[in-house]
């Protein structure tokens, strides 16, 4: 009978597996368990790291195509940190300023939407919000683009006017439906 040491696995950790020899003393045999059991260990880490990559590279890479198939997802992309503009197009330049017109009180939005893509789109319609000292909106109205289409890179002036606008407003913010908002004007 063999002696308790030979029964006993020489651990190889060069190549993660055992060595053995069988009861009755014939060659050495490789026992594949340990070899698995400390793949699985490193592997399973390894595999999760991969496949969260792989997940991330998608999204940043299509996140653009998705969320214009699908612009409820521009939000949960821009938490992400991803920039999403599913209109490609934009709002620049937006100045407001209080006027009088037949001895009422006007608001006047002035600014431009700019066609960020490289083909004509259609301009999207306007929602303008007018913003408390706290920046909620507190009053808000759609108008039309100044134009119907935009031609590729294309910008387009526009102006907006709301008669009597609330005391309380303090700023404007322009947004296109379904597309990027301007930073909030003062008046």
């Given at each position: ?45 390894v595999a999760w790291v991969f496949a969260s990559f792989g997940v991330w590279a998608l999204l940043v890479g299509t996140h653009a195509r ?59 319609r306007m929602r303008l919000s007018v913003l408390d000292a706290g920046g909620r909106e507190i009053y808000h109205w759609i108008a039309a ?43």
């Amino acid at each position: 009978m063999p002696s308790a040491s030979l029964l006993s696995p020489i651990e190889d950790r060069t190549f993660g597996f055992a060595l053995h020899r069988d009861e009755a003393g014939r060659p050495w045999t490789v026992s594949a368990q340990a070899s698995v059991r400390s793949s699985k260990r490193v592997l399973g880490p390894v595999a999760w790291v991969f496949a969260s990559f792989g997940v991330w590279a998608l999204l940043v890479g299509t996140h653009a195509r998705i969320a214009r198939l699908a612009p409820t997802t521009a939000p949960l992309f821009a938490a992400l940190g991803l920039d999403v503009n599913p209109t490609r197009m934009g709002v620049d330049h937006v100045a407001s300023r209080l006027d009088y017109e037949d001895g009422r009180q006007i608001l006047i939005v002035d600014g431009e939407i700019r066609n960020l893509a490289s083909t004509p789109r259609a301009a999207p319609r306007m929602r303008l919000s007018v913003l408390d000292a706290g920046g909620r909106e507190i009053y808000h109205w759609i108008a039309a683009p100044p134009k119907a289409r935009l031609a590729a890179g294309e910008t387009a002036e526009f102006r907006a006017r709301l008669a009597a606008p609330p005391k309380d407003g303090q700023r404007i913010r322009v947004r296109l439906a379904g597309g990027p908002e301007s930073p909030a004007a003062p008046w």
